[in-house]
Structure formats: structure tokens, C-alpha cells
């Protein structure tokens, strides 16, 4: 393994500054709240570039990140690769995606350059009506409704690998899961970051069978360096291996997540109906411009890539490269595009299945000039207002659903040059904390708006329906320039995706950053709510100044996870953000 690693010293004093805009972005003093890394004593671990000539790929753990490298090293495709990270992901960081759970992948072909989007989110069950999450005329808390049957969606993630692999895998499919299934059997030692996870998540103790995986016999978080074992799971992917993704939802599996799903206290309503009709879908990217780049991902039902979209079409009448990239004038001017940006994903974006996204109209350069226009350079407007570019503002409600960030994401570039951008997630921390066959069952459906009406009576677009995809923030995006690709890049985060990776994009062609440095940068943005600042970081100094600019600002923990790789005239860049225990390996 051929990796040329570069490491620099901290620099975000002079970022503040704007200078030294080339020097490398040291961690923050303190991690990410509920997806924090805790590696380190205090803060996280600083990361370096890593460079490599051929193929990389770039995980959240280290672990996965070589069961992806063993792919590429033996040839494999850049969704080879994903498939067996991905797999390896939910045994060792179970608490943000898995099997249970959905994705949506992006993947450049290089041999036909054609850029295809799969989507793998997942349904609610076929008789889901849109008072799912409402009791006597008022919705149900956050963590009644994630902690129960009622949350699970139909898992997608299989079906979305499988529709891939078949259209650009190379190496047989049940080579993808030997990795998983000799560390579900041999064991893997528990990460300092599993251990703090599960010590904070109280409901786990609560499920029976997630306690038995998750705790000691006394009830307590198996330590740091524990060798955890998995057996039940191992079987899940030798018969997935061998059949393939219909031994999932089919047979004894099935069977197992509906029972699971139904015995629940709060039981849900899947049938294995609803399990063997799901399919994965392929769909056509959403693409726009900035400066001189083509930045492309996944379309609706996710609002992400929409989101980032818009943002940077509203950026772009701005000169951003004369912004120091932690200075009040960058932190303005993107919190404000945040909040015109999350004041239309509120009201427009649902399942297109279901609702008319006018996304076409939503990225039109026009309307994100008028949107622009909006942003006054010495004060905040507080709540935006959505915009109206199709006249039918009128009669939508806004959505009032939450997006808790435990997610993951995955980037590859193979020794073809096919690149692949993935973000796969079950929702919250350790997802509906139902635990069956050795994986967890998702808690997406929650992403669903709870109350199917706004205050006006008017009903909003995400509202929970039969065989209905919940709107999701994820962003996996794949940018190219001059038609070929460059840069891929993604994140979890919630609902907070659409900054992160709108920062990061902004980072690397604006502010002329690496890729670990844009992905190591201090965050902040708004949701079109309080302006967020990233918590033991230089950022706190502008808190005042935002204020006095009319701002409502939060200091806070950001747990993102983001991964990235750029393709320049020196071969691959990847990094891996300092929050998580990512790694990026490459020849």
C-alpha cells in the first residue's frame, strides 16, 4: 500500500484572519455531541491528507475502510468496494446505519460517463396512515415515536446495493461480504467512540435483544477493546451472499423483522408484503452549477442535494473567495442562504411519488438570483420565508418533522476511475433500537412530518402515506470540472447535511483548501432558525458581532461525519472528518 500522508500544523487563528488560507485545519478543542469522536483527551484526533495515484476509499471507520480496500485491491468497482464497507459499517458502527436501514449512491461510470443515482430510502409500510404519530389530536414526542414499531420503515440499503452491483459490479457478489462475515464471527474490538455511544443511549436497556448484544450481564456497555462478537448476523450474509438481497425480504428473515417490528410495545404494522415488494429506484441526478464546476447527487425524496443547490446558487452572487473562511462576512452570507434554503425544503420537498417537487424550478438561476437579492450584507433576516416559484405556495403546509443525525457516508474511486458517492443511515442513534438477526431495524419513518396539517389547516407535502419514501436531508454529491469528475463528498448530520456539505464544497473551490481541510473546517449555518456556531472553536468569538448584526445565535457540538475525495492533476486527495473514527486509505 502506497500512501503519501500529509500532516499540518493548526491554523484556525489564521483562518480567522484570512490568512494563511493554504495552511491545514486542526481539530477543534471540543468534539461533536452524540456523534462525537473520543479518541483523543481533548478534542479529536487531528487527521492528515492522505494521497494516493490509483484508488482510494474514505469511511467512518478503519475497520471498513479496509474491507473496501481489499475490494479495490483486488480489482473490485468502486460500489464493490461501498458494499463491502458498508457491510463491515453495521457491525462496527451499528449506531448509524446498516442493513435496517436506506441509502441513496451515486456512482460516475467511466467507461460510458454516465452518472446514475439509486435509491434505496425506505417505505412505510402499505397501511401507514398520516395520524401515524398523532394521539388524541396531538403528536406524539420524538422519543415515543422513534422507540417503537411505529418508526420502522421498510429497510432499503440491500436492495439499492444489489440493483448497483448488478449494473456496475466486477467482482462476484458474495466475495463483498466475506469481510463482515469474518469479523462478525472472529469478533472486532469495541472503538472508544461504540463504547461512549452506547454508555448515552439509555433506551437500548429497554429492548431485550438490543441489551443482550450491546451490554454486559450487568447491564453495562461492554468496554473499550472488547471483542464482540456477532454470529446471528454472520448467518443474515452468508445467505444474503448466496441468494441474495431476496433472502432478506423473504423467508425466515423477513419473517423475523415483522415479528420484531409487531411484538414491539408500541407495535408497528410491516407485513411481509411490504418487505418483498420493495424496490430500490433508480433515478435521474439533480445537477446544477457553481463558478466553473457541474455539482450533481441524488433528486427528491431527499432534499439534500436540492438544498446545497440552492445554497450555492444564492452564494454565487457573492465574492466568497474574499471571505476569510471563518470571518463574520462567510459565516453571514451562508447562514442567510441556509435559511432561504431550509425555509423551501420545509414546504416543497416530499416522495416525488407521491407530490410534484418543482426542483427544476427550485435551482433555477433566476429565482436563486431573486432569492440572493433577499440577503442584506448587514442583517440577518431571521426566518426566511419559502419562495413561490410555481404559484402553489398557497396551499402547502409547512413540515414539522425531525432529522436526527446518526448517519454514515462512503466515498470511492476505483483504479477505472469510477467514482461513488454514498450516504446510508437508520435514522437517530442506533435507529428504533429494535435489534433482530444481529442488525437494527431503522426509525425513519419519523422523518415524516408528524402532524399531516400546519397550524392553517393546510396539509404538507411529507406526510406519512403508504409506500411513501420520508424526505431525507442526505447529499451525496459528485462535482466535475471541465465533464470530468473531481470531487466526491457527502455527510451525515440530520438535517444539518445540507451546511456541512455546502461548507465543504465552498472550502475547496472557493477558499482553494484541501479536501481534509475543508472537511476539518469549524461549522456553522443556519437552519433557518438560530445562527449555529461550532462549540471550542474560534467561531465562538463571533458570536457577539452576529448578535449586534440581528442573529439569534447557538453555540453547540456538530456531529457531522463527512468524507471526501478530490481528483487533481496530482492523482487522489481524500479526507476524513477529525469528528468521527474515519480513516482513508488508498495505492
Given amino acids: 500500500m502506497r500512501i503519501r500522508a500529509k500532516r499540518c500544523v493548526a491554523a484556525w487563528a489564521a483562518l480567522a484572519c484570512g490568512m494563511a488560507m493554504a495552511a491545514c485545519a486542526a481539530p477543534p478543542a471540543s468534539p461533536a455531541d452524540e456523534d462525537k469522536n473520543p479518541e483523543g483527551s481533548s478534542g479529536y484526533a487531528e487527521k492528515p491528507l492522505v494521497r494516493a495515484e490509483r484508488f482510494m476509499v474514505a469511511s467512518a471507520n478503519p475497520l471498513a475502510s479496509e474491507a473496501g480496500y481489499d475490494m479495490l485491491r483486488q480489482g473490485g468497482s468502486a460500489i464493490d468496494a461501498a458494499i463491502a464497507t458498508q457491510l463491515v459499517l453495521n457491525l462496527t458502527e451499528p449506531q448509524s446505519s446498516?442493513?435496517?436501514?436506506?441509502?441513496f449512491i451515486v456512482y460516475y461510470d467511466s467507461a460510458t460517463q454516465q452518472l446514475k443515482v439509486y435509491d434505496g430510502r425506505e417505505t412505510a409500510p402499505s397501511s401507514a396512515q398520516p395520524a401515524r404519530f398523532m394521539r388524541d389530536g396531538r403528536t406524539l414526542s420524538y422519543g415515543a415515536a422513534v422507540n417503537s414499531g411505529l418508526s420502522v420503515g421498510v429497510p432499503g440499503v440491500l436492495r439499492a446495493?444489489?440493483?448497483?452491483?448488478?449494473?456496475?459490479?466486477?467482482?462476484?457478489?458474495?466475495?463483498?461480504?466475506?469481510p463482515a462475515i469474518r469479523l462478525a464471527e472472529q469478533g472486532f474490538r469495541v472503538s472508544p467512540r461504540l463504547h461512549k455511544l452506547v454508555s448515552e443511549n439509555k433506551a437500548l436497556a429497554s429492548q431485550g435483544a438490543a441489551?443482550?448484544?450491546?451490554?454486559?450481564?450487568?447491564?453495562?456497555?461492554w468496554p473499550v477493546g472488547h471483542v464482540l462478537k456477532n454470529p446471528d448476523f454472520a448467518e443474515v450474509l452468508r445467505r444474503v451472499a448466496k441468494q441474495g438481497a431476496d433472502a432478506f425480504y423473504t423467508g425466515a428473515i423477513a419473517r423475523g423483522i415483522v415479528a420484531a417490528v409487531r411484538a414491539h410495545e408500541t407495535p408497528g404494522d410491516m407485513t411481509l408484503a411490504d418487505l418483498s415488494r420493495y424496490r430500490a429506484k433508480e433515478r435521474e441526478p439533480l445537477c446544477g452549477t457553481y463558478r466553473?464546476?457541474?455539482?450533481?447527487?441524488?433528486?427528491p425524496p431527499s432534499a439534500g442535494v436540492l438544498g446545497v443547490l440552492q445554497m450555492l446558487g444564492m452564494l454565487e452572487q457573492f465574492p466568497m473567495s474574499q471571505f476569510a473562511p471563518l470571518g463574520l462576512e462567510a459565516v453571514h452570507?451562508?447562514?442567510?442562504?441556509?435559511?432561504?434554503?431550509?425555509?423551501?425544503?420545509?414546504?416543497?420537498?416530499?416522495?416525488?411519488?407521491?407530490?410534484?417537487?418543482?426542483?427544476?424550478?427550485?435551482i433555477d438561476p433566476a429565482y436563486l438570483q431573486a432569492r440572493a437579492a433577499l440577503i442584506d450584507p448587514d442583517r440577518s433576516m431571521g426566518v426566511a420565508p419559502?419562495?413561490?416559484?410555481?404559484?402553489?405556495?398557497?396551499?402547502?403546509?409547512?413540515?414539522?418533522?425531525?432529522?436526527?443525525?446518526?448517519?454514515?457516508h462512503i466515498v470511492v474511486v476505483d483504479a477505472e476511475g469510477d467514482m461513488l458517492s454514498m450516504t446510508t443511515t437508520i435514522e437517530s442513534a442506533f435507529g428504533s433500537k429494535i435489534f433482530v438477526h444481529g442488525f437494527l431495524l431503522n426509525n425513519q419513518l419519523t422523518d415524516f412530518s408528524h402532524n399531516p396539517v400546519d397550524a392553517q389547516g393546510r396539509l404538507v407535502a411529507n406526510r406519512v402515506e403508504g409506500g411513501k419514501r420520508p424526505r431525507s436531508t442526505m447529499a451525496p454529491i459528485i462535482v466535475?470540472?471541465?465533464a470530468k469528475p473531481y470531487m466526491a463528498i457527502g455527510s451525515p448530520g440530520g438535517s444539518a447535511i445540507m451546511n456541512y456539505v455546502a461548507q465543504t464544497l465552498v472550502g475547496v473551490i472557493d477558499w482553494k483548501l484541501d479536501i481534509q481541510q475543508a472537511v476539518s473546517l469549524p461549522h456553522y449555518g443556519s437552519r433557518n432558525k438560530q445562527t449555529e456556531l461550532e462549540?471550542?472553536?474560534?467561531?465562538?468569538k463571533l458570536a457577539q458581532p452576529l448578535r449586534a448584526m440581528g442573529h439569534d445565535v447557538s453555540v453547540h457540538e456538530f456531529p457531522s461525519g463527512l468524507q471526501g475525495i478530490v481528483i487533481d492533476e496530482h492523482g487522489l486527495s481524500g479526507g476524513a472528518d477529525p469528528r468521527r473514527e474515519g480513516k482513508v486509505l488508498g495505492d
Fill in 98 to 103: 446498516g442493513i435496517g436501514g436506506g441509502a
Fill in 161 to 178: 446495493m444489489e440493483l448497483a452491483h448488478k449494473r456496475q459490479g466486477k467482482l462476484p457478489w458474495s466475495e463483498l461480504f466475506k
Fill in 211 to 221: 441489551a443482550a448484544y450491546f451490554l454486559d450481564e450487568r447491564g453495562r456497555p
Fill in 292 to 299: 466553473l464546476y457541474r455539482v450533481c447527487g441524488v433528486p
Fill in 333 to 362: 452570507y451562508f447562514s442567510e442562504a441556509g435559511r432561504l434554503a431550509y425555509a423551501d425544503r420545509d414546504f416543497y420537498v416530499a416522495d416525488p411519488d407521491f407530490v410534484d417537487v418543482p426542483a427544476k424550478a427550485l
Fill in 386 to 408: 419559502p419562495g413561490d416559484p410555481v404559484s402553489r405556495l398557497a396551499s402547502l403546509g409547512r413540515d414539522n418533522a425531525l432529522e436526527i443525525p446518526s448517519t454514515s
Fill in 480 to 482: 466535475f470540472r471541465d
Fill in 535 to 540: 462549540r471550542g472553536t474560534p467561531l465562538e
